[in-house]
Each structure stands twice: as structure tokens, then as C-alpha cells.
């Protein structure tokens, strides 16, 4: 049984940061690609980010936060984290961490195991 667990989430104004973190037991990341999702209030969830697995090489956004965020993790801590910059109000919502033994599934938004979420609220 995996167990992901984020946290980090709060209240930031436009133009701050963030950074989440998930934590998985269960599963090790040296085997699974891993990704953010996130749903706004009202809207469908979306995919925010992936990183591939064993060392990570391939890593994908998407156009909403290339350049703003940027997805790592710690093998060791078996965690990754989302590191949020110049976060814009469009930009709130829940906030999910996901993975697959395959990276493909976690690119089309259907990962074989999800967290709970966090919340991300991004005041203007």
C-alpha cells in the first residue's frame, strides 16, 4: 500500500513562494515517476508537473508554470518537493502529488496512486 502525504501548502500573496513536499511510504521514488496535479475551485484537475524515475533525468511542466516552478527530489528522503516562484492568484487550488511505475500514465493524468493534497491559495 503507497501513502503519499503532502504538506506546505498556505496562504501567499502574488509574486511569493512556496515549496510543497510529498512524502511517500510504501514505494520508493528510485523506481516511480512522480507528479504534481492541481484542481481550482470549479475547475478540472490539471496536470503541473512530472519528473521521471530512478534519476530523474526527464522532467516535464506544464506551460502554465514552465519557468516558474520547478519539481526535484530527494531519493534519500524519499520525497519531492514543488517549488512554487512568483506564484499568481490563478494559480490557487489543491495541490496533488501522484505516481506510477511508468512515467506515461502520470503524463496523461491517470498515476496509479495519489495524496491526499494540500492547499495553495494565492491572494492578489
Known amino acids: 500500500q503507497v501513502q503519499l502525504v503532502e504538506s506546505g501548502g498556505g496562504l501567499v500573496q502574488a509574486g511569493g513562494s512556496l515549496r510543497l513536499s510529498c512524502t511517500a511510504s510504501?514505494?520508493?521514488?528510485?523506481?516511480?515517476?512522480m507528479a504534481w496535479f492541481r484542481q481550482a475551485p470549479g475547475k478540472d484537475r490539471e496536470f503541473v508537473g512530472a519528473?521521471?524515475?530512478?534519476?530523474?533525468?526527464?522532467?516535464r511542466y506544464s506551460q502554465a508554470v514552465e519557468g516558474r516552478f520547478t519539481i526535484s527530489k530527494d531519493s534519500a528522503k524519499n520525497t519531492i518537493y514543488l517549488q512554487m516562484n512568483e506564484l499568481k492568484p490563478e494559480d490557487t487550488g489543491v495541490y496533488y502529488c501522484a505516481g506510477d511505475r511508468v512515467f506515461q500514465p502520470v503524463l496523461r493524468g491517470a498515476p496509479a496512486y495519489w495524496g491526499q493534497g494540500t492547499q495553495v491559495t494565492v491572494s492578489s
Open positions: 519528473v521521471s524515475a530512478w534519476t530523474g533525468g526527464i522532467v
Open positions: 510504501g514505494r520508493t521514488f528510485r523506481t516511480d515517476a
